[in-house]
């Protein structure tokens, strides 16, 4: 199994909702990544976490909430979004905290925020 | 900090043509570099990859790259392009962190 699995596809949120996204990964991978991509613009690094822990947190505000409960699971818990947080959420994952390894992609979750 | 920088933001080519990417990164020492693509709505692949060694790199679907420090330049090429290329194409950089910088992108565009 070489993929990054991402749940759901798509979804649509009001301001007040709470919603979660999913990534998950069982190619033993031990670093674990969020980025949001907006429209014709490249990934942004959101969260890294590596061994499970939160290693980077790239001044993300507090209504993302990155959680990673194991090894293979990484969610992203959204609270009170804004329309300006519209956009596709990727997880990757790589097989360990070293620089040089490449990063698997999902497919990614496409967010509107109405 | 590091930082990757893609000039052209759009190219046109013609079946069967040959495509050169450019890509130029700033970093104080060597970088690990990366092509990576995206087709619409998707997440990206890895084309390929420099961190030592052979500066002339080969990748998947026919793609090198030749990273040149002398003018912090890291183009992506392929002799002749196919219909099914036609995609965003990211060039990215990582230090010794689990960073990984994406330039801006170029989007490339196949007629036949």
């Known amino acids: 199994d070489t993929e990054v699995t991402q749940t759901p596809k798509h979804l649509v949120m009001g301001m007040t909702n709470k919603k979660s996204l999913k990534c998950e990964q069982h190619?033993?991978?031990?670093?674990m990544y969020w980025y949001k991509q907006k429209a014709k613009k490249p990934p942004e690094l959101m969260f890294v976490y590596s061994y499970e822990k939160l290693s980077i947190n790239e001044s993300v505000p507090s209504r993302f909430s990155p959680e990673c409960p194991n090894s293979s699971l990484l969610n992203l818990h959204l609270h009170a979004l804004q329309p300006e947080d519209s956009a596709l959420y990727l997880c990757a994952s790589r097989s360990r905290s070293q620089a040089r390894e490449k990063l698997f992609f999902g497919s990614g979750t496409q967010l509107s925020v109405l | 900090a590091q930082s990757v920088t893609q000039p052209d933001i759009h190219i046109t080519v013609s079946e069967g043509a040959s495509l050169e990417l450019r890509c130029n990164y700033s970093y104080g020492a060597t970088p690990y570099l990366f092509w990576y693509v995206q087709s619409p709505g998707q997440g990206l692949q890895l084309l390929l990859k420099?961190?030592?060694?052979?500066?002339l790199v080969q990748g998947i679907k026919g793609f090198e790259a030749e990273f040149k420090r002398s003018q912090s330049s890291f183009n992506l090429r392929k002799p002749s392009v196919h219909w099914s290329d036609a995609a965003e194409y990211f060039c990215?950089?990582?230090?010794?962190?689990?960073?990984?910088?994406f330039g801006t992108g170029t989007r490339l565009q196949v007629f036949p």
């Open positions: 420099y961190f030592s060694g052979d500066t």
């Open positions: 190619m033993g991978h031990r670093a």
């Open positions: 990215a950089v990582g230090d010794r962190s689990d960073k990984l910088i």
